[in-house]
């Protein structure tokens, strides 16, 4: 079976451009994150979506990021415009989620982001 | 709020060594625990979890037992590989569906 799948695996980009990263879920699963991890903070939760619709943004940095999940096997992350501290890697997440607290979590293979 | 300590790194070992990586947490509530790995360039997997107080996570040989009276869940194992070489997350599940991480353990294991 096809795990979380994200696209693209590295993306190189200068200040100021706009970004997109894209993620596909498991199949029939509920929920959906979005990570970032950095040396300096760890992994980072920026939002969560329900059923197609977000739960929870209060992770997201600035009005900068924002998340859309428009049907239940698509995602994307932009970050518009970027900077050179969004450089980080990215990570999708997605879990089945009768019982949230309990529920594993299926992570896809993560976006390196380079902002130069 | 809710949070997860885990021992620094890096861990550096030899081959058939006993790991031991210390875990704490702060938590309102009965949070679930788990153990995540990343091995280089990829994605985190699951390890093993715990839902509720006592219960103990195992998978691969490694062991983790939920401590509730000393708010902890420390990952064991008797006998590294080299191939266990990966960074290594404590992290809780709150009630509101969140996963909090730990900063998360380097382990080198050398031949």
């Known amino acids: 079976d096809a795990g979380v799948i994200q696209s693209p695996r590295h993306e190189v980009t200068e200040m100021g451009q706009e970004v997109t990263l894209r993620c596909k879920p498991i199949?029939?699963?509920?929920?959906l994150f979005w990570y970032r991890q950095t040396m300096m903070r760890g992994l980072e939760l920026l939002i969560y979506f329900n059923n197609n619709v977000p739960i929870d943004d209060s992770g997201m940095p600035e009005d900068r990021f924002s998340a859309k999940m428009p049907n239940a096997s698509f995602s994307t992350l932009k970050i518009q415009p970027s900077e050179p501290r969004d450089s980080a890697v990215y990570f999708c997440?997605?879990?089945?989620?009768?019982?949230?607290?309990?529920?594993?979590?299926?992570f896809g293979p993560g976006t390196r982001l380079t902002v130069l | 709020g809710d949070s997860v300590t885990q021992m620094e790194g890096p861990v550096t070992l030899s081959e058939e060594a006993f790991l031991t990586i210390n875990c704490t947490y702060t938590a309102t509530g009965y949070p679930s625990l788990f153990w995540y790995v990343q091995y280089p360039g990829e994605g985190l997997q699951l390890l093993l979890k715990?839902?509720?107080?006592?219960d103990k996570g195992s998978n691969k040989g490694f062991e983790a037992t939920y401590r509730k009276e000393t708010t902890s869940f420390h990952l064991e194992k008797g006998s590294v590989q080299v191939s266990d070489s990966a960074v290594y997350f404590c992290a809780l599940g709150n009630q509101g569906g969140k996963l909090i991480f730990g900063q998360g353990t380097e382990l080198s294991v050398k031949p």
């Open positions: 997440a997605s879990s089945w989620g009768p019982s949230r607290s309990t529920d594993t979590q299926y």
């Open positions: 715990a839902t509720k107080a006592d």
């Open positions: 199949s029939g699963h509920d929920y």
